[in-house]
């Protein structure tokens, strides 16, 4: 898929961060009430393979913005947590202003 046929939010993604998934990932964190994101269910929810996911979530992971929690039996879903900081309350304003832009495209 060429630049111009992703959505607005993926195409934003790749110009500001090399990934066209990563703003995805960085949206579902910073808004999750909790704090905590699955990329299975992440994945499912934005209709794509939880793999586009694990280069930003590995970035995520090298920065010490995310840890990723333990398993908790029965549950074998992998879970990750952001890490609490101002980065996350900037990432939730920095988010919910790119909703609003029209990425162009030339």
């Known amino acids: ?10 195409r934003a993604s790749m110009l500001l961060f090399g990934n066209r998934h990563k703003l995805e990932l960085l949206t579902a964190l910073a808004h999750a009430s909790d704090g905590r994101v699955n990329l ?6 934005q209709q794509v ?3 586009v996911y694990y280069p930003p ?9 995310v840890e990723m929690l333990p398993r ?5 879903r992998r879970w990750y947590r952001r890490v609490e900081g101002k980065v996350w309350k900037s990432m939730r304003s920095f988010t919910a202003e790119l909703a609003t832009i029209e990425v162009k495209v030339s």
């Open 72 to 76: 908790t039996l029965p549950d074998r």
């Open 49 to 51: 393979a939880p793999s």
């Open 40 to 45: 299975s269910e992440l994945a499912a929810e």
């Open 1 to 10: 898929m060429s630049l111009a046929e992703c959505p607005p939010g993926r």
């Open 57 to 65: 979530i590995r970035d995520l992971l090298q920065a010490g913005l």
